[in-house]
Antibody
Framework: EVQLVESGGGLVQPGGSLRLSCAASGFTFSSYDMHWVRQATGKGLEWVSA???????YYPGSVKGRFTISRENAKNSLYLQMNSLRAGDTAVYYC???????????WGRGTLVTVSS | DIQMTQSPSSLSASVGDRVTITCRAS??????LNWYQQKPGKAPKLLIY???SLQSGVPSRFSGSGSGTDFTLTISSLQPEDFATYYC???????????FGQGTKLEIK
């Protein structure tokens, strides 16, 4: 089955760190650009980071310098290292696959990150 | 940075209605515009990509149009399962790659 499964979410204090993982299955993971998208409760979707097949990475200004996306093709896995976390980073984090004209055709179910003291 | 603005933010409609949601980009994005549907507690689902291409498995009552800065998502005859929140997303800018609109919540009248 073609799927993405996120893990690693949880409760973390402001200023803390967390590493999210996304396990891919059912497709050739190394052939696809991969992304993280987040959604705060009751809010809209916010793109968080992207990594290309060659390992090139991209971030919006809101997380640049604090978040690091990486991939391990041998393990069919995507990661998001989140440092210096803030209350505003509280959200469900989705990993997503990108195809064609840069649209997200496959999403995971998400993992909840809560930043609170 | 490219900003995406959807209208309306919310919409009430009845089963069988024809509904149109608009998305406007702050600068031209050619046809790099995608539409997603999201139901509560679920991940978004791709409906339309490249402004007007229907994703495999998506009912034909969904259609998209537009290019440049103005885009529309149309549902020709609303079904009960279509009540959800809809997001547009641009994939044109390489500096702010994947901006989403703020969403349009479609509710039952």
């Amino acid at each position: 089955e073609v799927q993405l499964v996120e893990s690693g979410g949880g409760l973390v204090q402001p200023g803390g760190s967390l590493r999210l993982s996304c396990a891919a299955s059912g497709f050739t993971f190394s052939s696809y650009d991969m992304h993280w998208v987040r959604q705060a409760t009751g809010k809209g979707l916010e793109w968080v980071s992207a990594i290309g097949t060659a390992g090139d990475t991209y971030y919006p200004g809101s997380v640049k310098g604090r978040f690091t996306i990486s991939r391990e093709n041998a393990k069919n896995s995507l990661y998001l290292q989140m440092n210096s976390l803030r209350a505003g980073d509280t959200a469900v984090y989705y990993c997503a696959r990108v195809v064609g004209s840069l649209h997200f055709d496959l999403w995971g179910r998400g993992t909840l990150v809560t930043v609170s003291s | 940075d490219i900003q995406m603005t959807q209208s309306p933010s919310s919409l009430s409609a009845s089963v069988g209605d024809r509904v149109t949601i608009t998305c406007r980009a702050s600068q031209s994005i050619s046809s790099y515009l995608n539409w997603y549907q999201q139901k509560p507690g679920k991940a978004p689902k791709l409906l339309i990509y490249a402004a007007s291409s229907l994703q495999s498995g998506v009912p034909s009552r969904f259609s998209g149009s537009g290019s440049g800065t103005d885009f529309t998502l149309t549902i020709s005859s609303l079904q009960p399962e279509d009540f959800a929140t809809y997001y547009c997303q641009q994939s044109y800018s390489t500096s702010n790659l994947y901006t989403f609109g703020q969403g349009t919540k479609l509710e039952i009248k």
